[in-house]
């Protein structure tokens, strides 16, 4: 590779045609004057091996991984961070010299809008709904932050419990998902991470749940556009929290590992919610 010629980043999943991440990556980049290309790379799970061998040519400087892929990436990078090893997922790989290192900058992502509110963890119950890849990541993100209570629910309740034993947390029980009523109970932060706001269609939990909710909950959706879940929320008095700033932070810490320098992270903000509201009209 000629030393005038772009590196490569790209976004690996299935799908990914949706994501904003192109326009807020390549903002950054620009805006520092890095040749840098953000990509997006299509990878159906029989091209994952296809893919590592890609990741190695030379051309990568590193990636994103989202669904459904980030434990599978975690189990074939060559070294891991501890915040990935604890999650079990990867979300990010750097590659230096045809190592790839896994990181998980969901963490990161997801606990900083909720300090930007000042959320109260010490004092707090939070429900989270899901036992995939991003709750995992939720989980370490909110017990690092020093949640009080946290309880997980999942249609299939034995991928719940399995989780909450993983986290070896007193802190972390599962509940059964026809349990919604007794785990919102007093709940200042309810999260949904399945990927059910996707499709917009299926609820994720009965819409009574948020009235069961503490004064001044928060209901907050990885989905980073307005879903039922989170109508349902705003409804009923309960501030919603959609996933773009989450999106945002988490990526902005992978272009600091991938690129060494900090991320114009106010400039990623505005290109990530000017290319979400471009979408919407």
């Keep these: 590779m000629s030393a005038g010629e772009a590196k490569r980043v790209g976004l690996i999943g ?6 904003l991440s192109p326009a807020f990556q390549q903002a950054a980049f620009d805006h520092i004057g890095l040749s840098i290309r953000y990509e997006l790379w299509h990878t159906p799970a029989e091209r994952i091996a296809e893919r590592l061998a ?5 051309e990568v400087l590193g990636a994103n991984v989202t ?27 750097v590659v230096r010299d045809g190592h790839l290192h896994g990181e998980n ?6 606990i900083v809008p909720l300090q930007e509110r000042t959320f109260p963890f010490a004092a707090s119950k939070a429900v989270v709904i899901g036992a995939g890849g991003a709750a995992r990541g939720v989980l ?3 017990l690092d932050a020093g949640i009080a209570e946290l309880i997980i629910l999942n249609r299939t309740t034995q991928r719940a419990n399995e989780l909450a034993t993983q986290m ?18 007093g709940a200042a932060l309810l999260v949904n991470a399945t990927s059910l706001g996707w499709s917009d269609t299926t609820p994720v939990i009965d819409p009574a749940a948020f009235s069961l909710l503490a004064p001044n909950a928060i209901a907050y959706d990885l989905t980073y556009r307005t879903t039922h879940f989170l109508r349902a929320a705003a409804a009923s008095g309960v501030a919603a929290l959609d996933g773009l700033d989450m999106l945002v932070h988490q990526g902005a810490r992978s272009f600091e590992l991938w690129t060494g320098r900090p991320a114009p992270i106010d ?15």
């Design 67 to 93: 669904v459904p892929h980030k434990q599978a990436f975690f189990a074939a990078v060559d070294s891991v961070s501890d915040a990935a090893r604890r999650a079990g997922a990867v979300n990010t790989i």
């Design 267 to 281: 400039l990623m903000l505005a290109a990530g919610r000017a290319a979400r509201a471009a979408r919407e009209t």
């Design 168 to 185: 070896v947390d007193h802190r972390v029980r599962a509940m059964p998902a026809s349990d919604w009523r007794n785990a919102a109970d």
């Design 14 to 19: 299935d799908p990914v045609e949706h994501s």
């Design 105 to 110: 900058t969901d963490i990161h992502g997801f």
């Design 54 to 58: 890609f990741l190695r040519s030379g």
């Design 140 to 142: 370490v993100a909110l």
